[in-house]
């Protein structure tokens, strides 16, 4: 029963969630690429009840699985623009995310990772992404491309290694040197990662090294 009440306000956490979301789209203090990350970084704390207050590993699963039926219905129906999301530009994205995250709390569960291992790679793709679009967006000068030609700037890309520094030394066990290479190599991933494909690149990359460097 417990773990089914958490579900529920999980739930509720997420129709909390998207209406602030069509609040911002509708009253214009969210706008467009402001709107989304809201959305991507606030989503990413659904990952600290799953694989902390969730106990029945088959439960773990509902959250992201529902995530991925409903992202993948609601973007090709254009549903996301109610709240102001760009389906046609981002579906991918919206898809990949909580597969992403399904696949961590699948190794979660079967003991290959530990659960500050998966937190820290969702947070880093969930608030360190988040924080890389916004403030590549609004103080970003000095632009670069990258694979795929796209474009980044050099702010949006340290905001990142910053944030996932700041992620990694918080929710995991890796001092200062870990946390430091595992925010820039996640950094370095998310450059050179397709867009969209980069929700599912950064956390699974940012998880399985941070596992891997607490091990060692």
């Known amino acids: 029963m417990r773990?089914?009440?958490?579900?529920?306000?999980?739930?509720?956490?997420?129709v909390l969630e998207a209406f602030v979301a069509f609040l911002g789209k509708r009253f214009g203090f969210l706008k467009?690429?402001?709107?989304?990350?809201?959305?991507?970084?606030?989503?990413?704390?659904?990952?600290f009840p799953v694989v902390y207050m969730i106990e029945n590993p088959l439960l773990r699963l509902v959250g992201p699985s529902v995530f991925i039926v409903f992202n993948f219905v609601a973007s090709h129906m254009g549903m996301g623009r109610i709240i102001g999301l760009d389906d046609?530009?981002?579906?991918?994205?919206?898809?990949?995310?909580?597969?992403s995250v399904l696949i961590l709390v699948i190794l979660v569960n079967g003991g290959y990772i530990a659960s500050s291992s998966a937190v820290t790679g969702v947070l880093i793709m969930g608030l360190g992404d988040g924080s890389a679009a916004l403030i590549g967006k609004k103080w970003g000068k000095h632009g670069y491309r990258v694979s795929g030609g796209g474009k980044k700037s050099l702010e949006g890309t340290l905001s990142m290694a910053l944030v996932s520094f700041l992620v990694a030394i918080t929710f995991s066990p890796l001092g200062i040197w870990g946390s430091l290479l595992v925010a820039l190599l996640s950094?370095?991933?998310?450059?050179?990662?397709?867009?969209?494909i980069d929700?599912?690149?950064?956390?699974?990359?940012?998880?399985?090294l941070t596992e891997v460097l607490c091990r060692l």
């Open 187 to 196: 950094s370095g991933v998310e450059n050179i990662s397709p867009s969209g």
């Open 199 to 208: 929700n599912a690149t950064v956390p699974l990359f940012a998880a399985l």
């Open 32 to 47: 467009g690429e402001g709107n989304r990350k809201f959305i991507h970084m606030a989503t990413s704390l659904l990952i």
């Open 3 to 14: 773990d089914y009440l958490i579900i529920l306000m999980c739930g509720l956490y997420v």
């Open 88 to 99: 046609d530009k981002r579906h991918m994205g919206l898809v990949v995310y909580p597969f």
